[in-house]
């Protein structure tokens, strides 16, 4: 098998992992878990309060691992596996298929690779793992359980993984795992941290609503491992159904409402029961710093990357660890569209040439904003944002993205930041929180904007016309449609050649190429939650 060892000399041939299970957003889990004692020696410490039995297999969720010889075990407070190492493993079951489904990784580092599933992007059979699989304290084993009903349109093939960490003496029983993903050097260096770590007592607390997810949600919803280290849009490919939703959007929905669950509990729960309702989040907000560490990143894509930043603030600030706050605010600085390590601070022209505000839309190329504009579907990258700084981008604004997938969506990613400064200032990006203040209260900002829009020709043969793509509206006296094409590029609209656009100097429907837009759809879109609308209404500034 394929690792990320910096060692190669090392002895490492390969680990295998297996699934826990998970049953959907409202997340009831079966907590089924069988181990078969050899030596039936469960041993408790004094002085850490470690469990754990000496097995020759463990079975978890229809997954089953067996070892060589008689191996301790034990489960991390998140219920995720450790076996002390070194450990062979010669079987797992259900076994990896010829076509390389069920997949087994062990110490996964490729951020545009993996060896879980060949119906994922990203597939290299290489990288994977076959029993007998020897394994060094360090290593992480990763294995999955293939769907059999994978989606041939987002090919979302796993039901569950699991992952199994193996260590060089027990951990104590309430102890988080080390990230995943990454080298063995780099999972080593994270401190172990026990539940009581978990500093409770920095959380700010706030009234709640009667709209809260309960805490078997919140405790169920990061209760399996999110298996997230895929870029791109590809991402939703790997997240087990049985773990996490499969988009983006639906991931930072939870996030969001999983920060905003924290910040209320305070109001009726001890802190040993938040240190507890917290660490499936906490623990999510590490194996996201691990990946961030090992060359990760879930860029500016629409609705498919948000949500991950969050939860890896909370871990950061509850624990204490100033390395893991400080990579989060640094992923913001200097960075802009496609080079941000986070959807959040890329997806946004935060520092557009003209308008006083932040904008929706990310970066590319000019020509390409304009072929989106012109295009009959609207195809393109449709988070493009305006060249010039003036107004949203998109092909229309307050359509399609911004629309759909992230401004409404992202009040849930905000409110925690005005709620709690520390996470504001480990966010990093005053930007984003403006941006997401203004579309609830103003909603699209399309003036002022000097630029001439797209213009076609009416299909009736009447003469020239304005529109955009996706435009139903008729134009001339037979009730045709405005066809647009580039043909008009450089000419009468688009780059004027000295580095501005070509401005609009016909008033008669207003300046600009969308000014009838300006100000409308605040505080609207889709994948938000009753919770964070009831908070937002609770506890949201009252203007942008």
């Not at 359980?145 to 199994?164: F, G, K, N, Q």
Request: proline residues 6%; hydrophobic residues 35%.
């Amino acid at each position: 098998g394929v690792s990320c060892k910096k060692n190669p000399s090392e002895n490492l041939s390969t680990t295998v992992m297996y699934p826990l299970a998970f049953m959907g957003r409202t997340m009831a889990f079966a907590s089924a878990v069988s181990i078969f004692i050899d030596t039936a020696t469960l041993t408790t410490a004094k002085d850490a309060e470690v469990e754990s039995a000496t097995v020759t297999q463990v079975s978890q969720y229809n997954v089953t691992f067996t070892f060589s010889k008689p191996c301790v075990v034990g489960q991390y407070v998140t219920g995720d596996y450790w076996v002390v190492g070194p450990v062979e493993i010669t079987s797992v079951k259900p076994l990896t298929t010829k076509q390389g489904e069920n997949g087994l990784q062990v110490n996964p580092c490729a951020t545009h690779q993996q060896a879980l599933d060949p119906r994922i992007s990203g597939y290299n059979q290489s990288l994977g793992s076959a029993t007998p699989v020897t394994a060094d304290a360090g290593d992480t084993v990763v294995k999955a359980i293939s769907s059999t009903t994978a989606s041939p349109e987002h090919a979302v093939a796993l039901d569950v993984v699991v992952v199994l960490t193996v260590v060089s003496a027990p951990p104590p029983s309430d102890a988080l795992r080390p990230f995943y993903f990454g080298t063995r050097e780099t999972k080593q260096a994270l401190k172990t941290y026990v539940k009581s770590d978990i500093n409770v007592s920095m959380l700010p607390v706030v009234e709640g609503v009667a709209s809260a997810p309960t805490n078997d949600w919140m405790t169920d919803r990061f209760a399996k491992p999110q298996i997230d280290w895929l870029t791109g849009y590809v991402s939703r490919q790997i997240h087990p159904t049985m773990a996490m939703p499969d988009y983006g959007a639906d991931i930072a929905r939870d996030t969001g409402d999983a920060a905003m669950k924290l910040l209320i509990a305070g109001n009726n729960m001890s802190a040993a029961d938040i240190q507890s309702l917290t660490a499936g989040y906490i623990q999510f907000g590490l194996d996201t710093y691990g990946i961030l560490l090992n060359g990760g990143a879930w860029p500016a894509n629409g609705g498919h990357e948000n949500g991950r930043k969050l939860p890896m603030i909370y871990a950061g600030l509850l624990l204490g660890n100033e390395a893991i706050t400080a990579a989060a605010a640094a992923s913001a600085s200097g960075c802009d569209g496609g080079t941000c390590s986070f959807s959040e601070d890329g997806e946004l022209n935060r520092f557009p040439s003209h308008a006083n505000v932040t904008l929706f839309g990310s970066t590319d190329a000019e020509d390409e904003y304009w072929k989106l504009l012109v295009d009959k579907q609207c195809d393109g990258d449709r988070i493009t944002r305006d060249p010039y700084g003036y107004i949203d981008g998109g092909p229309v604004p307050g359509n399609y993205y911004q629309a759909c997938c992230t401004s409404e969506m992202w009040r849930g990613t905000v409110l925690p930041l005005l709620l709690w400064p520390a996470a504001a200032r480990a966010f990093n990006d005053s930007a984003f929180v403006a941006y997401v203040q203004r579309w609830v209260h103003f909603g699209v900002w399309t003036q002022p904007d000097p630029c001439a829009p797209t213009y076609g020709m009416c299909s009736d043969g009447s003469g020239k016309c304005v529109g955009h793509c996706g435009d139903k509206t008729t134009c001339g006296k037979h009730n045709g449609t405005c066809v647009l094409d580039m043909s008009g590029y450089g000419k009468t609209f688009g780059p004027d050649g000295s580095g501005g656009c070509i401005r609009d100097t016909d008033p008669s429907d207003g300046i600009g190429r969308f000014p009838e837009l300006h100000g409308t759809s605040k505080n609207s879109g889709d994948y938000t939650s009753a919770f964070a609308d009831d908070m937002w209404k609770l506890h949201g500034p009252t203007s942008a």
